[in-house]
Protein backbone atom coordinates (compact mmCIF):
# COMPACT_ATOMS: atom_id res chain seq x y z
CA UNK A 1 0.00 0.00 0.00
CA UNK A 2 1.12 3.57 -0.61
CA UNK A 3 0.78 5.76 2.16
CA UNK A 4 -1.34 8.98 2.16
CA UNK A 5 0.73 12.17 1.85
CA UNK A 6 -2.04 14.13 1.55
CA UNK A 7 -2.76 16.96 3.88
CA UNK A 8 -4.67 15.56 7.12
CA UNK A 9 -5.53 19.26 9.23
CA UNK A 10 -9.05 19.16 10.50
CA UNK A 11 -11.24 20.84 7.92
CA UNK A 12 -9.64 18.78 5.32
CA UNK A 13 -12.56 17.38 2.92
CA UNK A 14 -12.72 13.99 0.74
CA UNK A 15 -13.59 14.73 -3.16
CA UNK A 16 -16.96 13.62 -2.69
CA UNK A 17 -18.01 10.51 -4.50
CA UNK A 18 -21.56 9.15 -5.75
CA UNK A 19 -22.98 5.94 -5.95
CA UNK A 20 -26.01 5.41 -8.11
CA UNK A 21 -28.57 4.95 -9.39
CA UNK A 22 -29.52 2.37 -7.12
CA UNK A 23 -30.81 -0.94 -8.57
CA UNK A 24 -32.74 -3.63 -6.71
CA UNK A 25 -29.57 -5.99 -7.88
CA UNK A 26 -27.19 -3.90 -5.45
CA UNK A 27 -29.96 -4.67 -3.19
CA UNK A 28 -30.33 -8.52 -3.77
CA UNK A 29 -26.24 -8.31 -4.18
CA UNK A 30 -26.49 -6.91 -0.56
CA UNK A 31 -28.77 -8.92 0.96
CA UNK A 32 -26.74 -12.43 -0.12
CA UNK A 33 -23.65 -11.13 0.83
CA UNK A 34 -24.60 -9.78 4.19
CA UNK A 35 -27.19 -12.85 5.58
CA UNK A 36 -29.76 -9.86 6.03
CA UNK A 37 -32.92 -11.46 3.63
CA UNK A 38 -34.88 -9.52 5.20
CA UNK A 39 -37.67 -9.04 1.91
CA UNK A 40 -38.66 -5.57 2.27
CA UNK A 41 -35.52 -5.41 0.39
CA UNK A 42 -35.92 -7.36 -2.75
CA UNK A 43 -39.72 -8.51 -2.72
CA UNK A 44 -42.08 -5.09 -3.74
CA UNK A 45 -45.29 -7.29 -2.76
CA UNK A 46 -44.02 -8.15 0.44
CA UNK A 47 -42.77 -4.18 1.05
CA UNK A 48 -46.16 -2.54 -0.62
CA UNK A 49 -48.10 -4.69 2.02
CA UNK A 50 -45.94 -3.14 4.41
CA UNK A 51 -46.98 0.34 3.72
CA UNK A 52 -43.62 1.12 1.53
CA UNK A 53 -43.56 2.39 -2.36
CA UNK A 54 -41.68 -0.14 -2.94
CA UNK A 55 -38.83 -2.20 -1.71
CA UNK A 56 -35.38 -0.02 -0.17
CA UNK A 57 -31.81 -0.35 0.23
CA UNK A 58 -30.78 -1.45 3.89
CA UNK A 59 -29.25 0.76 5.89
CA UNK A 60 -26.46 -1.53 6.19
CA UNK A 61 -25.87 -1.40 2.42
CA UNK A 62 -25.40 2.69 2.34
CA UNK A 63 -23.44 2.52 5.23
CA UNK A 64 -21.03 -0.41 3.44
CA UNK A 65 -21.13 2.32 0.61
CA UNK A 66 -19.97 4.92 3.10
CA UNK A 67 -17.94 2.26 4.19
CA UNK A 68 -16.03 1.98 0.37
CA UNK A 69 -15.86 5.84 0.52
CA UNK A 70 -14.00 6.49 3.20
CA UNK A 71 -11.58 3.30 3.09
CA UNK A 72 -10.56 4.32 -0.03
CA UNK A 73 -10.07 7.99 1.23
CA UNK A 74 -7.68 6.86 4.06
CA UNK A 75 -6.65 3.02 3.67
CA UNK A 76 -8.41 0.37 4.41
CA UNK A 77 -5.65 -1.25 6.63
CA UNK A 78 -5.85 1.66 8.92
CA UNK A 79 -9.74 1.89 9.97
CA UNK A 80 -9.93 1.78 13.54
CA UNK A 81 -13.17 2.75 14.50
CA UNK A 82 -16.64 3.08 12.05
CA UNK A 83 -19.90 4.57 13.28
CA UNK A 84 -23.50 5.05 11.10
CA UNK A 85 -26.77 6.44 12.10
CA UNK A 86 -29.80 5.47 9.96
CA UNK A 87 -32.05 8.55 9.43
CA UNK A 88 -33.47 8.37 6.15
CA UNK A 89 -34.71 5.37 3.62
CA UNK A 90 -33.09 5.20 0.06
CA UNK A 91 -35.04 4.00 -2.59
CA UNK A 92 -33.93 2.16 -6.35
CA UNK A 93 -32.74 4.43 -8.63
CA UNK A 94 -31.18 7.17 -5.61
CA UNK A 95 -28.02 8.46 -5.85
CA UNK A 96 -26.33 8.69 -3.12
CA UNK A 97 -23.25 11.20 -2.20
CA UNK A 98 -20.39 10.57 -0.24
CA UNK A 99 -18.73 13.17 1.95
CA UNK A 100 -16.18 13.38 4.33
CA UNK A 101 -14.43 15.98 6.73
CA UNK A 102 -11.30 15.51 8.92
CA UNK A 103 -12.82 16.67 12.40
CA UNK A 104 -9.56 16.06 14.74
CA UNK A 105 -6.08 14.99 14.46
CA UNK A 106 -4.10 13.52 17.19
CA UNK A 107 -0.72 12.60 17.45
CA UNK A 108 0.18 9.29 18.82
CA UNK A 109 3.48 8.77 21.12
CA UNK A 110 5.07 6.18 18.02
CA UNK A 111 4.64 9.05 15.45
CA UNK A 112 1.28 7.71 14.38
CA UNK A 113 -1.70 9.86 14.14
CA UNK A 114 -5.47 8.81 14.73
CA UNK A 115 -7.44 10.45 12.51
CA UNK A 116 -11.25 11.43 13.11
CA UNK A 117 -13.68 12.31 10.03
CA UNK A 118 -17.18 12.92 10.17
CA UNK A 119 -19.14 10.85 7.47
CA UNK A 120 -22.22 11.85 5.66
CA UNK A 121 -24.00 9.63 2.76
CA UNK A 122 -27.18 11.68 1.03
CA UNK A 123 -29.88 11.37 -1.63
CA UNK A 124 -30.39 13.54 -4.43
CA UNK A 125 -32.71 15.42 -2.69
CA UNK A 126 -30.14 16.46 0.10
CA UNK A 127 -31.63 14.80 2.73
CA UNK A 128 -29.08 12.74 4.57
CA UNK A 129 -29.55 9.17 4.65
CA UNK A 130 -26.61 7.83 6.67
CA UNK A 131 -24.37 10.27 9.23
CA UNK A 132 -21.30 8.87 10.62
CA UNK A 133 -17.86 8.53 11.94
CA UNK A 134 -14.59 7.29 11.90
CA UNK A 135 -10.89 7.00 13.37
CA UNK A 136 -8.16 6.23 11.32
CA UNK A 137 -4.21 5.31 12.53
CA UNK A 138 -2.25 7.00 9.65
CA UNK A 139 1.10 5.50 10.57
CA UNK A 140 4.16 7.70 10.71
CA UNK A 141 7.60 7.70 8.58
CA UNK A 142 5.33 9.44 5.56
CA UNK A 143 7.14 12.63 4.54
CA UNK A 144 5.36 15.41 5.77
CA UNK B 1 -47.78 -7.15 23.77
CA UNK B 2 -47.63 -9.56 21.07
CA UNK B 3 -47.70 -13.58 21.08
CA UNK B 4 -45.16 -13.80 18.48
CA UNK B 5 -42.17 -11.28 20.08
CA UNK B 6 -40.09 -13.68 22.69
CA UNK B 7 -39.09 -12.20 25.97
CA UNK B 8 -36.24 -9.99 25.91
CA UNK B 9 -32.75 -10.25 27.88
CA UNK B 10 -32.05 -8.23 30.59
CA UNK B 11 -29.03 -5.79 30.33
CA UNK B 12 -26.03 -7.78 31.14
CA UNK B 13 -27.22 -10.91 29.60
CA UNK B 14 -24.76 -12.24 27.60
CA UNK B 15 -25.48 -14.89 24.29
CA UNK B 16 -22.97 -18.49 23.98
CA UNK B 17 -19.82 -17.88 22.41
CA UNK B 18 -19.65 -18.74 19.21
CA UNK B 19 -16.96 -19.34 15.94
CA UNK B 20 -16.97 -16.65 12.85
CA UNK B 21 -14.25 -18.32 10.61
CA UNK B 22 -13.49 -14.99 8.19
CA UNK B 23 -13.13 -16.36 4.27
CA UNK B 24 -11.45 -15.13 1.63
CA UNK B 25 -14.18 -15.36 -0.33
CA UNK B 26 -16.82 -13.87 1.49
CA UNK B 27 -15.09 -11.05 1.68
CA UNK B 28 -14.30 -10.72 -1.50
CA UNK B 29 -18.33 -10.89 -1.96
CA UNK B 30 -19.11 -8.30 0.62
CA UNK B 31 -16.89 -6.03 -1.29
CA UNK B 32 -18.10 -6.14 -4.80
CA UNK B 33 -21.32 -5.44 -2.98
CA UNK B 34 -19.89 -2.44 -1.27
CA UNK B 35 -18.64 -1.55 -4.98
CA UNK B 36 -15.04 -1.00 -3.67
CA UNK B 37 -12.25 -2.39 -5.64
CA UNK B 38 -9.65 -1.59 -3.06
CA UNK B 39 -6.76 -4.34 -3.40
CA UNK B 40 -6.48 -4.75 0.50
CA UNK B 41 -9.90 -7.03 0.21
CA UNK B 42 -8.66 -9.19 -2.60
CA UNK B 43 -6.30 -12.24 -2.46
CA UNK B 44 -5.29 -14.88 0.05
CA UNK B 45 -4.27 -11.54 2.60
CA UNK B 46 -7.49 -10.06 2.43
CA UNK B 47 -8.60 -7.71 5.36
CA UNK B 48 -11.65 -6.94 6.27
CA UNK B 49 -14.08 -4.19 5.49
CA UNK B 50 -15.31 -1.80 8.20
CA UNK B 51 -18.81 -3.11 7.98
CA UNK B 52 -17.67 -6.76 7.43
CA UNK B 53 -18.63 -8.60 11.00
CA UNK B 54 -22.29 -7.88 10.06
CA UNK B 55 -22.09 -10.85 8.33
CA UNK B 56 -20.66 -12.85 11.49
CA UNK B 57 -24.49 -13.90 12.94
CA UNK B 58 -24.27 -16.37 9.97
CA UNK B 59 -22.22 -18.53 12.27
CA UNK B 60 -24.31 -18.01 15.27
CA UNK B 61 -26.07 -21.60 16.08
CA UNK B 62 -29.64 -21.04 17.21
CA UNK B 63 -29.56 -19.62 20.53
CA UNK B 64 -26.91 -18.61 21.38
CA UNK B 65 -27.88 -14.89 20.86
CA UNK B 66 -29.00 -12.07 22.64
CA UNK B 67 -32.83 -11.26 22.57
CA UNK B 68 -33.43 -7.72 21.69
CA UNK B 69 -37.37 -8.66 22.44
CA UNK B 70 -38.79 -5.51 20.61
CA UNK B 71 -42.12 -6.10 18.30
CA UNK B 72 -40.42 -6.66 14.61
CA UNK B 73 -43.09 -4.76 13.03
CA UNK B 74 -41.80 -1.63 14.94
CA UNK B 75 -38.11 -2.66 14.78
CA UNK B 76 -35.43 0.17 13.68
CA UNK B 77 -31.81 -0.26 13.76
CA UNK B 78 -31.05 3.01 14.91
CA UNK B 79 -26.96 3.37 15.19
CA UNK B 80 -24.10 0.34 14.15
CA UNK B 81 -20.72 0.95 15.44
CA UNK B 82 -17.34 -1.02 14.78
CA UNK B 83 -14.36 -0.44 16.99
CA UNK B 84 -11.26 -2.78 15.58
CA UNK B 85 -8.51 -2.75 18.48
CA UNK B 86 -5.54 -3.15 16.35
CA UNK B 87 -5.06 -4.29 13.07
CA UNK B 88 -7.87 -5.60 10.93
CA UNK B 89 -9.61 -9.23 11.14
CA UNK B 90 -8.02 -11.00 7.74
CA UNK B 91 -9.10 -14.03 5.88
CA UNK B 92 -8.14 -17.37 7.49
CA UNK B 93 -8.24 -15.41 11.45
CA UNK B 94 -10.67 -17.62 13.16
CA UNK B 95 -12.88 -15.64 15.96
CA UNK B 96 -14.49 -16.05 19.09
CA UNK B 97 -17.98 -13.87 19.05
CA UNK B 98 -20.10 -12.86 21.93
CA UNK B 99 -22.91 -10.98 22.24
CA UNK B 100 -24.09 -8.63 25.58
CA UNK B 101 -27.06 -6.55 26.04
CA UNK B 102 -25.44 -3.31 27.45
CA UNK B 103 -27.67 -0.79 27.89
CA UNK B 104 -32.16 0.15 27.63
CA UNK B 105 -33.21 3.44 27.86
CA UNK B 106 -36.81 4.82 27.16
CA UNK B 107 -37.55 8.13 25.61
CA UNK B 108 -40.86 9.92 24.60
CA UNK B 109 -42.13 9.24 20.73
CA UNK B 110 -42.49 11.65 18.45
CA UNK B 111 -46.07 11.47 18.77
CA UNK B 112 -46.81 10.21 21.87
CA UNK B 113 -45.99 7.18 23.57
CA UNK B 114 -42.57 6.01 24.21
CA UNK B 115 -39.85 4.73 22.22
CA UNK B 116 -37.99 2.28 23.65
CA UNK B 117 -33.94 1.38 22.82
CA UNK B 118 -31.25 -2.15 23.11
CA UNK B 119 -27.52 -1.88 22.86
CA UNK B 120 -26.40 -4.72 22.15
CA UNK B 121 -22.31 -5.04 21.73
CA UNK B 122 -20.43 -8.14 20.12
CA UNK B 123 -17.63 -9.08 20.80
CA UNK B 124 -14.64 -11.08 18.85
CA UNK B 125 -11.83 -12.17 19.96
CA UNK B 126 -8.65 -14.15 18.11
CA UNK B 127 -7.53 -17.39 19.16
CA UNK B 128 -5.13 -15.89 22.05
CA UNK B 129 -8.13 -14.07 23.48
CA UNK B 130 -7.07 -10.80 22.50
CA UNK B 131 -10.64 -8.65 22.31
CA UNK B 132 -10.03 -7.53 18.46
CA UNK B 133 -13.15 -5.69 17.95
CA UNK B 134 -16.39 -4.83 19.00
CA UNK B 135 -19.90 -4.24 17.60
CA UNK B 136 -21.96 -2.31 18.71
CA UNK B 137 -25.51 -2.11 17.60
CA UNK B 138 -28.48 0.30 18.93
CA UNK B 139 -32.15 -1.11 18.20
CA UNK B 140 -35.46 1.13 18.87
CA UNK B 141 -38.91 -0.02 19.31
CA UNK B 142 -41.18 2.41 18.04
CA UNK B 143 -44.07 3.95 19.88
CA UNK B 144 -46.90 1.93 19.18
CA UNK B 145 -49.70 3.39 17.00
CA UNK B 146 -52.70 5.33 18.88
CA UNK B 147 -50.62 5.16 22.19
CA UNK B 148 -50.51 9.42 21.87
CA UNK B 149 -50.89 10.61 25.20
Known amino acids: ?144 | MTTTTPEASPVGAVGTPFEVYVERGKIREFAAAMQSDNPAYQGPEAIIPPTFLTTATMWAPPGSRVTVGFDRRRLLHGEQEYVFHGPLPRAGDRLIAQERVVDRYTKPGKRGGEMQFAVVVTEFRNEAGDLVAEARATFIQTAPKGDAS
Open chain 1, 1 to 144: MTEQTIDLAPGTTAPPRDFGPLTRQMFVRYSGASGDLNPMHYDDTMARAAGNPSVFSQGMHQSALLATFATDWLGAEHVRRFQVRFREQVWPDDVLTCTGVVETVTDQADGSRLVTVSLTCSRQTGAVAISGSADFLIPGGAPA
